[in-house]
């Protein structure tokens, strides 16, 4: 008897690994509707390309939302069988120095992706571009569209890696998200993660210090903390200490509230260490400044965020170095997020990632409600996620 036939639709990071995964065992054809595989792994390798985060166990589950339902997939296969996997294709990878994953030195990310592809062509994986999945038909198999004409895929089981609904570009454009519906399955509707805030920073404010970065700051809200850097820009904050803080603003915002975060410019000094600083020092800005070591971009924050008459007065400035608090317009637009939380709704799925109302149908990647910070966390998660896939 012949192997058993997936067709996986979506060639981004989650359905290429989901084919390397089960190739040994099944024949595999990968649909997607761009002209290439893994363009928003392209983009991703643009920018810091985190493959993973040396994060494991219990810790790195703890960095999913909702943390349950990636808990099992997370720790069968975390960061180490992720760097093994990529050490098995040849692409050794190193811890930088906040935990993040990259490839070694000199390996660029279009060869992380050819390596990857290379396998599977080796292995007999047959790719088709220019594929659109547009639906299903009344027994659920998959209709696709090229530019000349329509067609029905059959298959023993469909893999769908259709990714989130952020940087179009790439092919996520969340469009799919009716024709689930239209079979019986509920979604929840896109909504931006890991993206910039959107603040109503003063006209002078704005002029002068548009692109320069705070360092080495802490930012919270609520009870969550992030340290790390963020990047002034003309419409608010953008950077590494920002986008792990998404999801607790957005859920300010679900409630009607409007959420404000707190800057700390001196997370290694408490408040008495920096107040003994500038306790003798004449209540002028600049002295206080100057003994604090503020740069004139955190100076031009706090005097921005706080009234007059406090930033001459040492301990009510200490409370503005220590705890600044900026009120959020509103996330980015969500075209410009590096993930999308929304999609399919969780409770439709198994722990293999098939459908509970339709088991030969297996959905993973961005395409699932679930959010993650960025570090490596999202491509972490695809690939637990088609590890995970556990079909005969
Ligand atoms: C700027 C940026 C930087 C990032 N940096 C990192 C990082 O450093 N580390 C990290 O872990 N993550 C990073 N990410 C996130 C990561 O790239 C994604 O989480 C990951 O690519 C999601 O994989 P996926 O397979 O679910 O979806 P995608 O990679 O988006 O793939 C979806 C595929 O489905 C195809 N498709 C969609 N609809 C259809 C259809 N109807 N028919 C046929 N094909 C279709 C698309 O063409 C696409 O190829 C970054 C993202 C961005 C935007």
């Given at each position: 008897m012949g192997k058993k036939k997936i067709i996986i639709i979506g060639g981004g990071a989650a359905g290429l690994m989901a084919a390397d995964r089960l190739c040994d065992d099944f024949e595999i054809a990968i649909y997607d509707k761009g002209k290439t595989i893994g363009r928003k792994f392209l983009v991703a390798g643009n920018g810091g390309f985190n493959l993973t985060n040396k994060v494991e166990g219990e810790d790195l589950a703890q960095h999913y939302l909702p943390h349950y339902f990636l808990e099992k997939a997370l720790l069968k296969n975390d960061s180490s069988k992720m760097r093994s996997w990529l050490s098995n294709l040849g692409i050794p990878s190193f811890i930088g120095t906040s935990g993040r994953v990259f490839p070694e030195k000199g390996i660029k990310p279009a060869q992380v992706l050819k390596k990857i592809k290379d396998r599977l062509v080796e292995k007999g994986v047959n790719f088709f571009f220019h594929h659109e999945f547009i639906g299903f038909n009344e027994k659920c198999n998959c209709i696709v569209t090229t530019d000349e004409s329509e067609m029905i895929l059959d298959a023993d089981y469909y893999i769908f890696s259709l990714g989130g609904a952020s940087w179009s570009k790439t092919g996520s454009d969340g469009k799919w998200i009716t024709t689930f519906e239209k079979i019986g399955i509920k979604t929840v509707p896109f909504q931006a993660s890991n993206c910039g805030l959107n603040i109503e920073w003063p006209d002078h404010f704005k002029t002068h210090h548009s692109g320069k970065p705070l360092k080495n700051i802490s930012?919270?809200?609520?009870?969550?903390?992030?340290?790390?850097?963020?990047?002034?820009?003309?419409?608010?904050?953008?950077?590494?200490?920002?986008?792990?803080?998404?999801?607790?603003?957005?859920?300010?915002?679900?409630?009607?509230?409007?959420?404000?975060?707190?800057?700390?410019?001196?997370?290694l000094n408490t408040r008495e260490q920096l107040l003994q600083k500038i306790k003798n020092k004449p209540p002028k800005t600049k002295a206080f400044a100057q003994a604090l070591n503020l740069n004139s971009t955190q100076v031009a924050l706090i005097k921005s965020f706080s009234e007059k008459k406090y930033f001459l007065e040492p301990s009510v400035f200490i409370?503005?170095?220590?705890?600044?608090?900026?009120?959020?317009?509103?996330?980015r637009p969500m075209e410009e997020a590096i993930s999308t939380v929304g999609g399919i709704d969780l409770d439709e799925v198994n722990s293999n990632f098939s459908l509970k109302k339709h088991p030969s149908i297996i959905v993973i990647g961005e395409m699932l409600d679930w959010d993650a910070p960025t570090g490596g966390f999202l491509l972490q998660g695809c690939f637990s996620m088609a590890q995970a896939i556990d079909i005969k």
């Open positions: 930012i919270s809200i609520d009870d969550l903390e992030v340290k790390g850097e963020a990047i002034i820009t003309e419409y608010g904050l953008e950077g590494n200490a920002i986008y792990p803080l998404t999801w607790k603003i957005r859920e300010a915002f679900s409630k009607g509230n409007t959420p404000t975060i707190n800057i700390d410019f001196k997370p409370t503005s170095v220590k705890h600044l608090q900026i009120p959020i317009q509103s996330l």
